[in-house]
Structure formats: structure tokens, C-alpha cells
């Protein structure tokens, strides 16, 4: 081939490729869609992961777009995705047209990353059947079953914390991972774990290795959703082989164990195991069914609710006077309980749950919710169509942060949760736990092991400043929730 084959080659190779960017970045004008000017390879996402959380991101195009449209327009790579700013729209996509966005478009795949394969990832009827089968493990009555196993870990929490009271920097977030790792190993892998002892317990570090720094868990997560097709035809995955072994495993094991020796729990994993039995073949969980199932409650379940426990203590610290409201209101209501702390206590205690309600609502968790439409769904009261298969993020972190929904963002006020300012704001402004029929299925758990945690925390010790504690959190912006890039370190002392 001579130099001027070659060098026509590569023109018409480099043109094709040029053309194919640019219509790939000409979607969102094309479909009217307000954003920003998009630079490849990342689209609108320079940065993110490394200087930005993506919903830092989305926060910029909020706060430019939102009093414009509806709803405006990102690029994630060569993909695009919508995000939504109104209200009314954001309820109409939840609940009302829910048979449009009853999935999220997120990443699985059955055969080759099994793990991945589970309710917050499933579509369509496979979805449907098994939150149906899910469903009765997380009721009121469930809870209260359940209730006096996370009791009993939060009791050995304490007793470890009192070893390291009266030192003046405790780094707490790492306390209350530990507990909730304990929790949901004992709940829903039926182990009796002591993370707290052995803080590199192997579900600790499993959890390091999913939530961790170094983990990219988000970007590979975005990355492989955004290309889901091209992701599953590669055969690439989410997990780590290692994970995944680690957590296939356990569940075959503690499986094989109960069924052989009879054992019943009244864990999660027996509730599932139920589900096995009673049912036709067909609906019958496999063991790689059930596998998923309980690692989606652990990643689901430890983080989010150990995050939401540090950002009440974080808030609590800087506000004693708010502190010593909520601590009074669980002594009197453990009082009443003849000195226990009980189930019916915790549902009772109103002003705790403004203070977490309170957190939720600056640091939520979970800070965007995702839901892909299953046809194009044309936004009420607009001329904008978000196509059949485009990502849709409800921004909920901007939401809850936004100045017009909750003045005076930054500054921490539980009032504003009490029941007569609730009715006051649109029911779409405080989205911690999603909404409609795919909204968190594990939050009754969620409050109530954080409520646990609390309460028997505040009981036990008063929490302070240190000079290391952080007078402003950063957002740490390559954890996939929502958590801080500083130690949270207070200064414990025993009550
Ligand atoms: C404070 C703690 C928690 C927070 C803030 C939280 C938040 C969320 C959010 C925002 C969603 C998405 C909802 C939507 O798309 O509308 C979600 C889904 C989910 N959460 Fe939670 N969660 C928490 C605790 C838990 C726990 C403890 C479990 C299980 C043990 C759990 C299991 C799930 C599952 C299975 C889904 C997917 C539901 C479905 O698609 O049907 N979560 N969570």
C-alpha cells in the first residue's frame, strides 16, 4: 500500500470517526435539551470521580438550567442522560407514569456477573416478581422480629466504644461501619460477625473493596450502564471476581448448613430461604438468586445507613444545645419502656426522627435516583420528548439543597421537619428513599438500624469537637454514595 492509500485511509477513518461524535453530541440540541457544551472524550463529566461527584456535576446544570426547563441534558462519555428539575415532572415519573419508568437501566448481567443480577438492577417481570417475593421481608412486623438481633450488635458496639472513650479523636464513620457490617452479615448471611473487634473482618474489606477510595465502583458502574449492551457482549463486569466469589460462597455455605441441620433465623436469609420452599419450580430462587439478593441488602444496606448515622452525629456535634433536645427525648421515652430501649420506644421518638429526616435531607445517601424509560415519554406541559432508553436522574442531593425548597441550605434545623412545615412543601422536595413503587424497599430497616445505633449511642456517651473534627464536609467524589472525604473524628466521653 503506498504512503497516499494509507494517508486517504486514515482521513476518511478519522472523518467517520469525527462524524460519529458529533452526531452523538448533537442528540441533546437536537431533541431541544438545554446543556452544556460537551468536550470529548467525557462529554460533561471531566473530572468526575477524581475533583467532582457527579452530583456535583448535576448540581452545576441544576442550578444553570433548572428556572429554564423541565428538565436539561448531560453527556456522560458519548451517552447522554436527562435530568430532571421540576417537581411536578420528577412525580409524574415516579408515580403516575410509573408503567413508563418502572426500571433504571443499570447494569447486570445474569450469566456472567450473577451478583449484579438483583432487585435493584432487574426489569420489567423479572423485577415485579421478585419484589413481590421480597415484599414481606421488610414490613412493620418484620422489623420488630428483627429488631432484637440489632439490638444485641449495637450493644457489643458500645461495649467497644467504651475502650475507646475518653480518647479525644475517635473516627466514628468507621464505628458505625463496623456495626452496620455486623448487622447485615448477621441478618442477612445469618454469620455472627465481629467487624467491630477485627476491623479487617473479610466483609469489611469486602465492603472497602466495593465502597473504597480506590474502587471506581461509581465510574465502572456509570461507564458500563452508559455502554450496557457493549458491556454485556464483552462479557466485562462490575464485581471483582474476588467479591464475588467471597459473597457466592458464604450464601452456599450457610445455605447447605441450614438445610442439612434444620436451622431456622429470623434473618433474611431464612425469609428467602422460605420463599425457595414454598414455592412452584419456576419461582423458586437458586441459590445465585439468593446470593444476589443478600449482597444487594449488604451493599445496599451497611453504608447508606452508617453514613446517615455519622451525619446525624457530625450535625449533632456542632449543635449541642440540639443534642442534648433529642438525648433528653430518648431518656424519657426509654424511661416510660421501664429503662429499655424497645421497638414501640423507637417509633415513639418524633424529635429523632427530625434530626435524621434533617440529615437525610443535606446528605442523602443515595444522592440521584435513576429510572429509563420503556417508551418516549413526552414532559407534561412541554414540548420536550425524553426518548425510549434514555437515562433519567432525579437529582435529589440539588433538590434537598435547593434554596427555594429549604432556605438557608447549609444551616441544620430539624424544625423543618416537623409535621405542619412537612405539609407546607411540595411531597417531591425530600426524596432520601426514592418514591412510587420502586422506592427503597429496605427503609423501614434502614431508620430503624439507624435509629438503633443513636439511641444507644446517645445514651452511653456525649459527643464533642475535636480540632480535627471538619468545620465544612467535602463530598469524597469517588465513593458511589454519598459520603465525606474527611475523617469524621469527634471527641467521645462517657456518660
Ligand atoms: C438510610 C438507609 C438507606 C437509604 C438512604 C436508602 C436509599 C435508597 C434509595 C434512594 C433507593 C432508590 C429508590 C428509588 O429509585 O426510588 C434505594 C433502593 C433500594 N434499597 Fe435502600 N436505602 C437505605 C437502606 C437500605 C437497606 C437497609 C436495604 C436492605 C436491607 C436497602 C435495600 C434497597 C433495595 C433492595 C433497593 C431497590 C428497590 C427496588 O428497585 O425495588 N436499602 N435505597
Not at 456477573?113 to 419484589?131: F, I
Not at 419450580?281 to 449482597?295: G, M, P, V
Not at 457530625?314 to 449543635?319: D, F
Request: proline share 5%; glycine share 4%.
Amino acid at each position: 500500500m503506498t504512503l497516499a492509500v494509507v494517508f486517504a485511509l486514515s482521513i476518511v477513518v478519522f472523518g467517520l470517526i469525527y462524524f460519529y461524535i458529533h452526531k452523538r453530541y448533537s442528540f441533546l440540541e437536537e431533541h431541544g435539551f438545554l446543556h452544556e457544551k460537551p468536550r470529548f472524550p467525557f462529554g460533561n463529566m471531566h473530572g468526575a470521580g477524581k475533583k467532582f461527584h457527579p452530583i456535583q456535576i448535576f448540581q452545576r446544570g441544576y442550578k444553570k438550567f433548572k428556572n429554564q426547563a423541565p428538565a436539561f441534558g448531560q453527556y456522560f462519555f458519548l451517552a447522554h442522560n436527562i435530568v430532571l428539575t421540576d417537581l411536578d415532572v420528577i412525580k409524574d415519573v415516579m408515580i403516575k407514569s410509573f408503567d413508563v419508568f418502572h426500571n433504571r437501566g443499570l447494569f447486570h448481567s445474569k450469566e456472567h456477573d450473577p451478583l449484579t443480577a438483583h432487585l435493584l438492577t432487574l426489569e420489567d417481570q423479572d423485577w415485579r416478581n421478585m419484589r413481590m417475593k421480597l415484599s414481606p421481608t421488610f414490613t412493620s412486623g418484620k422489623m420488630k422480629v428483627m429488631f432484637h438481633t440489632v439490638l444485641d450488635v449495637s450493644k457489643y458496639m458500645i461495649k467497644t466504644l467504651e475502650a475507646k472513650s475518653n480518647l479525644d479523636t475517635v473516627e466514628i464513620k468507621e464505628v458505625l461501619a463496623q456495626f452496620t457490617t455486623d448487622v447485615i452479615g448477621n441478618i442477612a448471611f445469618g454469620l455472627e460477625m465481629k467487624a467491630i473487634d477485627n476491623p479487617d473482618s473479610n466483609f469489611r474489606l469486602m465492603g472497602r473493596k466495593i465502597f473504597g477510595r480506590n474502587s471506581n465502583f461509581l465510574i465502572r458502574l456509570f461507564f458500563l450502564t452508559s455502554f450496557r449492551d457493549l458491556a454485556k457482549n464483552l462479557r466485562l463486569k462490575l464485581l471483582p471476581n474476588e467479591v464475588s466469589e467471597f459473597f457466592r460462597g458464604i450464601v452456599r455455605e450457610t445455605v447447605e448448613y441450614r438445610t442439612q441441620n434444620k436451622i431456622e433465623r429470623n434473618d433474611f436469609l431464612d425469609l428467602l430461604l422460605k420463599v425457595k420452599e414454598g414455592q412452584s419450580d419456576e419461582d423458586i430462587l437458586t441459590i445465585d438468586q439468593i446470593a444476589a439478593q443478600c449482597f444487594l441488602f449488604f451493599i445496599a444496606g451497611f453504608e447508606t445507613s452508617s453514613s446517615t448515622a455519622t451525619f446525624v452525629l457530625y450535625n449533632l456535634v456542632q449543635h449541642p444545645e440540639i443534642q442534648e433536645k433529642v438525648k433528653n427525648e430518648i431518656e424519657t421515652i426509654v424511661a416510660k419502656y421501664d429503662n429499655k430501649v424497645t421497638y414501640d420506644g423507637i417509633v415513639e421518638m418524633k424529635y429523632l426522627q427530625m434530626v435524621i429526616d434533617e440529615s437525610l435531607r443535606m446528605f442523602p445517601p443515595v444522592p440521584q435516583i435513576i429510572r429509563k424509560p420503556s417508551r418516549d415519554y413526552k414532559i407534561p406541559g412541554s414540548d420536550l420528548v425524553i426518548p425510549k432508553g434514555s437515562l433519567v436522574i432525579i437529582p435529589n442531593y440539588s433538590i434537598h439543597n435547593d434554596p427555594e425548597n429549604y432556605p438557608e441550605p447549609d444551616k441544620f434545623d430539624p424544625e423543618r421537619f416537623s409535621e405542619e412545615n412537612k405539609l407546607k412543601r411540595h411531597p417531591m422536595t425530600f426524596l432520601p428513599f426514592g418514591d412510587g413503587p420502586r422506592n427503597c424497599i429496605g427503609f423501614r430497616f434502614g431508620l430503624m438500624q439507624t435509629k438503633i445505633a443513636l439511641v444507644q449511642l446517645l445514651l452511653n456517651f456525649k459527643f464533642s469537637t475535636t480540632p480535627q473534627t471538619p468545620t465544612h464536609l467535602e463530598i469524597d467524589p469517588s465513593i458511589a454514595t454519598l459520603s465525606s472525604l474527611n475523617d469524621i473524628v469527634l471527641k467521645v466521653e462517657k456518660i
